[in-house]
Protein backbone atom coordinates (compact mmCIF):
# COMPACT_ATOMS: atom_id res chain seq x y z
CA UNK A 1 0.00 0.00 0.00
CA UNK A 2 2.89 2.06 0.49
CA UNK A 3 3.26 2.16 -3.47
CA UNK A 4 -0.31 4.53 -3.34
CA UNK A 5 1.43 7.67 -1.36
CA UNK A 6 3.57 7.89 -4.57
CA UNK A 7 0.63 8.82 -6.51
CA UNK A 8 -0.74 11.42 -3.48
CA UNK A 9 0.45 15.24 -3.17
CA UNK A 10 -1.09 15.52 0.28
CA UNK A 11 1.35 15.39 3.23
CA UNK A 12 1.41 12.92 5.91
CA UNK A 13 0.94 13.27 9.21
CA UNK A 14 3.90 13.04 10.09
CA UNK A 15 5.29 15.51 7.24
CA UNK A 16 3.00 17.97 8.95
CA UNK A 17 4.12 17.96 12.12
CA UNK A 18 7.52 18.20 11.08
CA UNK A 19 6.98 21.03 8.98
CA UNK A 20 4.76 22.47 12.09
CA UNK A 21 7.91 21.92 14.23
CA UNK A 22 9.84 23.69 12.07
CA UNK A 23 7.78 26.08 11.99
CA UNK A 24 7.75 26.93 15.57
CA UNK A 25 11.45 26.79 16.06
CA UNK A 26 12.57 29.33 13.34
CA UNK A 27 10.12 31.87 14.67
CA UNK A 28 11.17 31.36 18.39
CA UNK A 29 14.70 32.14 16.57
CA UNK A 30 13.46 35.13 14.94
CA UNK A 31 12.47 36.79 17.93
CA UNK A 32 9.07 37.41 16.24
CA UNK A 33 5.87 37.85 18.46
CA UNK A 34 2.65 36.53 17.38
CA UNK A 35 1.14 39.65 17.99
CA UNK A 36 4.16 41.18 16.09
CA UNK A 37 4.11 38.25 12.96
CA UNK A 38 -0.22 39.23 13.21
CA UNK A 39 0.40 42.61 12.66
CA UNK A 40 3.16 42.36 9.69
CA UNK A 41 0.51 39.48 8.16
CA UNK A 42 -2.53 42.04 8.51
CA UNK A 43 -0.39 45.01 6.94
CA UNK A 44 1.00 43.34 4.07
CA UNK A 45 -2.70 41.86 3.51
CA UNK A 46 -4.07 45.20 3.74
CA UNK A 47 -1.46 46.92 1.30
CA UNK A 48 -1.63 43.77 -1.59
CA UNK A 49 -5.94 44.36 -1.26
CA UNK A 50 -5.75 47.45 -2.64
CA UNK A 51 -4.17 46.04 -5.87
CA UNK A 52 -5.27 42.41 -6.15
CA UNK A 53 -8.28 39.97 -4.19
CA UNK A 54 -6.58 37.52 -1.98
CA UNK A 55 -8.20 34.66 -0.39
CA UNK A 56 -7.83 35.20 3.03
CA UNK A 57 -8.54 31.89 4.38
CA UNK A 58 -5.20 30.14 2.61
CA UNK A 59 -2.88 32.98 3.50
CA UNK A 60 0.58 31.40 5.05
CA UNK A 61 2.95 34.11 6.10
CA UNK A 62 5.85 32.27 8.43
CA UNK A 63 9.64 33.30 9.57
CA UNK A 64 11.72 31.06 8.45
CA UNK A 65 15.66 30.52 8.09
CA UNK A 66 17.47 31.29 4.84
CA UNK A 67 21.17 30.63 3.81
CA UNK A 68 23.30 33.16 3.76
CA UNK A 69 26.86 34.41 3.65
CA UNK A 70 26.75 34.89 7.25
CA UNK A 71 25.24 31.45 8.40
CA UNK A 72 21.17 30.89 8.94
CA UNK A 73 19.52 34.38 9.14
CA UNK A 74 15.89 34.56 9.56
CA UNK A 75 13.50 35.42 6.79
CA UNK A 76 9.57 36.49 6.07
CA UNK A 77 7.81 34.07 3.79
CA UNK A 78 4.59 35.05 2.61
CA UNK A 79 2.46 32.49 0.15
CA UNK A 80 -0.82 34.26 -0.36
CA UNK A 81 -3.11 33.17 -3.07
CA UNK A 82 -4.35 35.34 -5.41
CA UNK A 83 -8.30 35.04 -6.47
CA UNK A 84 -8.02 38.16 -8.86
CA UNK A 85 -5.93 40.95 -10.31
CA UNK A 86 -7.87 44.27 -10.06
CA UNK A 87 -7.84 46.39 -13.03
CA UNK A 88 -6.78 50.39 -12.12
Known amino acids: MDWLKFFSNKPTPKEV ?3 RL ?23 LEVLSRYIEI ?19 PSLVANIP ?3 VRSR
Not at 26 to 44: A, F, P, Q, V, Y
Not at 55 to 73: F, H, K, M, R, W
Open 22 to 44: KLILIHDRGNLSNETLELIKSEI
Open 82 to 84: IKN
Open 55 to 73: DVSDVDIAVTTSESLEGNS
Open 17 to 19: AKD
